[in-house]
């Protein structure tokens, strides 16, 4: 099981930027690609982005695409989510996840979850 631990959440204003990291940890850690999804206040929770662990490849919800950037890096088994020209409606709590197996999708599979951090963007 891989345990997966976010950080850098916090409030910012609209327009403005922040970073987020999570911080992937277990016992034979095999990783296929990492992702980051967000669950805003009574609403679903949705794909946002991800990359291959063992290539560059990513993929991004387009109601993100051009604003945040995906990226890792593999020495510290750590995944980075860049978020710019952050907007109200980006408000949610984003949460950190990895495959484990080898499945042929970006946005499902996912069998690790993080425990969730906090991002709030005020008008």
């Known amino acids: 099981q891989v345990q997966l631990v976010e950080s850098g959440g916090g409030l910012v204003q609209a327009g403005g930027s922040l970073s987020l990291s999570c911080a992937a940890s277990?016992?034979?850690?095999?990783?296929?690609?990492m992702g980051w999804f967000r669950r805003a206040p009574g609403k679903e929770r949705d794909f946002v982005a991800a990359i291959a662990w063992g290539g560059t490849s990513t993929y991004y919800a387009e109601a993100v695409k051009g604003r945040f950037t995906i990226s890792k890096d593999n020495a510290k088994n750590t995944v980075y989510l860049h978020m710019d020209t952050l907007k109200p409606e980006d408000t949610a709590v984003y949460y950190c996840?990895?495959?484990?197996?080898?499945?042929?999708?970006?946005?499902?599979?996912?069998?690790?979850w993080g425990q969730g951090t906090q991002v709030t963007v005020s008008p």
């Open positions: 996840a990895a495959q484990t197996g080898r499945i042929n999708s970006f946005m499902y599979g996912y069998n690790s």
């Open positions: 277990g016992p034979s850690l095999t990783l296929y690609r």
